[in-house]
C-alpha cells in the first residue's frame, strides 16, 4: 500500500494509474498554471514524481486521456475527438522511460454512450499479460463500445477489427467478453471467449466474474459462493460492500463503505480494511488495472494488488 499527495509541488492535481515496476507508480497530472497536463513516474521509496511526457492534446479533443497501460518499455493511452455521431480515437505510445509521444493510430468511435468509449486498452507483450491488461506479441489492443475488439501493430497503420468480437470488450488477453464495465447493474463479464482458441465460459447470476472465478451472492448477505467458471471449487468468502465488478488479477474485489474501505482476496480469503477512506470519492478500477484506489484527506492510497502474493 502506497500513500502519496493528490497534487503536484505546484498544484496540479494527479491521479494514479498503475505500477510502471515494483517502485514507480503512473500519475497523470492535469493543466494549469500555464503547465500542460503530462505523465509522471512517482516513486514510492523517495515521494519523487519524475515528468515522463507531455500528454497532446489535438484540436477539437473532447475526451482526454485514459486507458493507460503499459508493457514492452512503452505506455499506451486514448484520447478522442469529436462529438455525437462523429467521433475519432487517438491512440498514444510513449516510451516508458519517457519521450516525446506519438499517435500510432485513429479510429472511429461509436456515438456518445456510456458503451461509446475505449473500454480496454493493451500493449503488446510475449508474456501476455500486463497490469491485468490482456495483449497480444506485437500489436496495440483496443474494445470500444459495442464495435468489438480492434488491434493495430506497434507500427502503427489502421486498426483491425479482431473478427467475430463485435458487443466483446477486452478482460485479459486473449480472453475478451460481455458486458463489459460500464453501467452500475449488469455484472461485467458473465460471459467470456478465448481468442486464440474459441474457448468460451458463461455464467448467470453472478456479481463479480474473472478470467477463471466468478462469485454469487444469492442470499444476499456477505457471505458469497466463489467458484471455478465450469462449477467447480465452491468456497464462501465474505465480500462485504461488494457490488458488480470485474475481478482483478482474478482475485481481487474492493468495496467503499460510509467508514471503510475493503479489498477482498478470494484466492485466500483474507479481506484488507482500510479506515479513514473518503466514502464520497470513488475511483471505478476498469478491469486488469491492477490497482485499488481511493482517497484519505488530500491524499491518495494506492493498493497495488499485482504485488500481493
Request: net charge positive; hydrophobic share 35%.
Amino acid at each position: 500500500m502506497h500513500v502519496l499527495p493528490a497534487e503536484l509541488p505546484d498544484g496540479r492535481k494527479v491521479r494514479p494509474r498503475l505500477m510502471l515496476d515494483a517502485t514507480r507508480l503512473l500519475l497523470t497530472a492535469a493543466a494549469g498554471s500555464g503547465k500542460p497536463g503530462g505523465l509522471y513516474a512517482y516513486d514510492v521509496n523517495t515521494a519523487k514524481a519524475t515528468r515522463l511526457a507531455a500528454l497532446p492534446r489535438p484540436s477539437g479533443t473532447t475526451l482526454f486521456p485514459d486507458g493507460f497501460t503499459a508493457g514492452q518499455g512503452r505506455i499506451a493511452w486514448w484520447t478522442a475527438r469529436g462529438d455525437g455521431d462523429r467521433r475519432t480515437a487517438d491512440l498514444w505510445t510513449v516510451p516508458a522511460d519517457g519521450g516525446e509521444p506519438r499517435r500510432l493510430t485513429s479510429a472511429p468511435l461509436p456515438p456518445a454512450s456510456p458503451a461509446g468509449r475505449v473500454t480496454g486498452i493493451a500493449m503488446g507483450i510475449a508474456t501476455g499479460i500486463v497490469t491485468g491488461i490482456a495483449v497480444t506479441p506485437d500489436r496495440l489492443a483496443w474494445s470500444t463500445g459495442d464495435d468489438g475488439v480492434f488491434t493495430v501493430g506497434l507500427e502503427g497503420g489502421r486498426p483491425r477489427r479482431v473478427e467475430g468480437t463485435r458487443g466483446q470488450h477486452i478482460l485479459s488477453w486473449p480472453w475478451i467478453g460481455s458486458p463489459g464495465t460500464f453501467g452500475d447493474t449488469e455484472t461485467p463479464f458473465r460471459s467470456v471467449t478465448n481468442v486464440e482458441t474459441g474457448e468460451k465460459h458463461t455464467r448467470n447470476d453472478v456479481m463479480a466474474c474473472g478470467v477463471t472465478i466468478c462469485v454469487t451472492r444469492p442470499d444476499r448477505t456477505s457471505i458469497a459462493h466463489v467458484q471455478d467458471r465450469d462449477g467447480r471449487g465452491r468456497r464462501d468468502v465474505d465480500v462485504s460492500g461488494v457490488g458488480p465488478q470485474p475481478l482483478q488479477q482474478d482475485r481481487f474485489l474492493t468495496a467503499q463503505l460510509p467508514d471503510r474501505a475493503l479489498v477482498h482476496d478470494l484466492r485466500s480469503g483474507v479481506t484488507a480494511e482500510l479506515r479513514d477512506i473518503d466514502p464520497q470519492v470513488r475511483f471505478r478500477a476498469p478491469a486488469g488495472s491492477g490497482l485499488a484506489v481511493f482517497r484519505r484527506g488530500g491524499d491518495f492510497v494506492v493498493v497495488d494488488l499485482t504485488a500481493v502474493r
